[in-house]
T-cell receptor
Framework: DAKTTQPTSMDCAEGRAANLPCNHSTISGNEYVYWYRQIHSQGPQYIIHGLKNNETNEMASLIITEDRKSSTLILPHATLRDTAVYYCIVRATRETYTGTASKLTFGTGTRLQVTL | DSGVTQTPKHLITATGQRVTLRCSPRSGDLSVYWYQQSLDQGLQFLIQYYNGEERAKGNILERFSAQQFPDLHSELNLSSLELGDSALYFC???????????FGPGTRLTVT
């Protein structure tokens, strides 16, 4: 799976948009970009994923550049509850002789601090 | 609430002992994954099952084993425990091998 690079930490004021960047310059054509977050020591929470097109759901928007070498997760109106570590993960589904492996490889993520 | 349940929430045991962690996937999910999160190693993939069959292994020690039962719940067995095995253990599930994974709340294991 392609390696991702994220800033170690970011701050955002409550109510403002939080824009979290991720570089994945070695991504290949069949690899998706996934975003998860982990609030304190809770289980990681799925946010959104995409392949080529921009995606939006009730939690966030995902903007993927045309060359797919980078992406940005946007939380449109950050709240204090959005304070967490955000992980950008590039994941492919690989065929092996026994079937398919689809593990998630977590990096160190971006620690987002939302403040009043 | 992701729909994935894990028991117990906390476990304290001594070195050399054996423990079993249990995971119930979301209703309808066929694939189960186990991850370990320690302070120095971050979140690491251990093993994956799909519909009862092992599909992938990560950095899982030989002292650790897992299985997925016909009712799709999974157990992670940790034996000959060492202090370094103290960590959060997460289970995740997905509908199949290609969809997003949903994580449980984790089991915090402390080995003393």
């Amino acid at each position: 799976d392609a390696k991702t690079t994220q800033p170690t930490s970011m701050d955002c004021a409550e109510g403002r948009a939080a824009n979290l960047p991720c570089n994945h310059s070695t991504i290949s054509g069949n690899e998706y970009v996934y975003w998860y977050r982990q609030i304190h020591s809770q289980g990681p929470q799925y946010i959104i994923h995409g392949l080529k097109n921009n995606e939006t759901n009730e939690m966030a928007s995902l903007i993927i550049t045309e060359d797919r070498k980078s992406s940005t997760l946007i939380l449109p109106h950050a709240t204090l509850r959005d304070t967490a570590v955000y992980y950008c993960i590039v994941r492919a589904t690989r065929e092996t002789y026994t079937g398919t492996a689809s593990k998630l490889t977590f990096g160190t993520g971006t620690r987002l601090q939302v403040t009043l | 609430d992701s729909g994935v349940t894990q028991t117990p929430k906390h476990l304290i045991t001594a070195t050399g002992q054996r423990v079993t962690l249990r995971c119930s996937p979301r209703s309808g999910d066929l694939s189960v994954y186990w991850y370990q999160q320690s302070l120095d190693q971050g979140l690491q993939f251990l093993i994956q099952y799909y519909n009862g069959e092992e599909r992938a292994k990560g950095n899982i020690l030989e002292r650790f084993s897992a299985q997925q039962f016909p009712d799709l719940h999974s157990e992670l067995n940790l034996s000959s425990l060492e202090l370094g095995d103290s960590a959060l253990y997460f289970c995740a599930s997905s509908v199949d091998l290609n969809h997003e994974q949903y994580f449980g709340p984790g089991t915090r294991l402390t080995v003393t």
